[in-house]
């Protein structure tokens, strides 16, 4: 199989080709493509050291790649994933660039694989938050209907990319130094408005007319695009904390029907890519430190909210560059390469 990563130096990007390194076949021809400063970046791939080139139409039509998987950002998506699927190749994009359009499917394959059709060349990944919160909620509507969700989001500072951790990790050697000799370094974040560490951001994107902000709107959105449901009552508050990697949303649900908490858990106990992590009487519930660098989404908490009717409370963690990105676009390729 034939494979283009494009962003193949980022988070998402070594995450991809961690998780192809661990999940594919023998039988892979890689293509890495970064950004034209960086050209020639030597990255290691099963003993082989390929070194990242520059998107060029040429050069597309070339490698004729069977799919492409795009983390390089929404402009870089807008402008060469139609390149790459004119060229043959099916396009897997990470990016925000085609998620509301509705002539192309926003896929988690353990819920909706089936919006696919044969003939979609561009298949969109969803934002990371929302990955990891629809894996239990699909399994709360399937037993008991929805009709409201409200999201609160805690989400790790890798979520924002690789400039983003330098700002995390300046104020962490900050706070080191002055603990050790009492002085005070001012550092100027270079991604986030104010410093991250030992702080937490209710922001995350900018903000749109309406005073959400785009990752909450991305939450609400993309939750109704994946359950098929384009009237269910969505809100969302996204928070950016100081958490290396790993995102956690609490969720309040509020279903249709009575909610029997026993039979949830017994279902999502048995739920593909989720880990039933809810025993408080041992202390046992999700947390970042477990999710990081797992492929399954944690789940627990669970228990009746009975300031409503029919309501319920859980919360949830998952690594956001693992099943919140790479893995889910990796995922979605090999259940297309099986038919391709
Ligand atoms: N981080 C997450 O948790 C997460 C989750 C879901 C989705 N995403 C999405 O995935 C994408 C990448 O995120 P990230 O966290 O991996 O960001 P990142 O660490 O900043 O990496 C960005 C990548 O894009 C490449 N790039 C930039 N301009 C390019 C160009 N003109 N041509 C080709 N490649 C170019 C960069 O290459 P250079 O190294 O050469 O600059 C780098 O490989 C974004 O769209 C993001 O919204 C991220």
């Known amino acids: 199989m034939r494979i283009a990563v494009v962003g193949a130096t980022g988070l998402v990007g070594r995450k991809i080709l961690e998780v192809l390194g661990r999940r594919a076949g023998q039988k892979l021809k890689l293509f890495l493509f970064a950004s034209p400063e960086e050209k020639g970046t030597p990255i290691e791939f099963r003993g082989h050291t390929y070194k990242t080139e520059v998107l060029s139409v040429a050069r597309i039509k070339k490698i004729r790649v069977d799919f492409a998987l795009f983390s390089a950002g929404a402009e870089v998506s807008r402008v060469w994933a139609p390149i790459f699927a004119e060229s043959g190749a099916t396009v897997i994009d990470n990016s925000t660039a085609f998620r509301n359009d509705p002539e192309i499917p926003l896929v988690v394959p353990e819920i909706n694989f089936d919006a696919i059709k044969p003939t979609d060349k561009i298949i969109a990944n969803p934002n990371c938050s929302t990955i990891i919160a629809v894996l239990a909620l699909s399994e709360v ?200």
Request: hydrophobic residues 40%; positive net charge; charged residues 25%.
């Open 141 to 340: 509507r399937r037993l008991f209907g929805l009709k409201r969700v409200l999201y609160s989001s805690y989400q790790a500072v890798s979520g924002m990319g690789t400039a983003a951790l330098d700002d995390f990790w300046n104020g962490v050697n900050r706070a080191v130094k002055f603990r050790a000799n009492g002085i005070k370094e001012r550092g100027a974040p270079k991604v986030f408005k104010y410093e991250i560490f030992n702080n937490l951001i209710p922001q995350i994107d900018s903000f749109t007319a309406n005073g959400n902000t785009k990752e909450e709107e991305k939450m609400i959105n993309e939750t109704r695009k994946i359950l098929n449901d384009a009237n269910l009552k969505v809100t969302a508050t996204c928070v950016r904390v100081p958490i290396e990697n790993g995102h956690s949303v609490s969720i309040n649900a509020e279903c249709e029907r009575e909610i029997d908490i026993g039979r949830l858990r017994e279902a999502l106990a048995k739920t593909k890519g989720v880990v039933l992590l809810d025993s408080p009487e041992d202390f046992l519930f999700p947390m970042p430190i477990f999710a990081n660098g797992r492929d399954e989404v944690f789940v627990g908490r669970l228990r009746l909210d009975n300031s409503a009717p029919n309501a319920l409370n859980f919360f949830v963690c998952g690594d956001n560059i693992l099943k919140g990105a790479a893995l889910n676009a990796v995922q979605i390729m090999e259940r297309l390469a099986t038919y391709k």
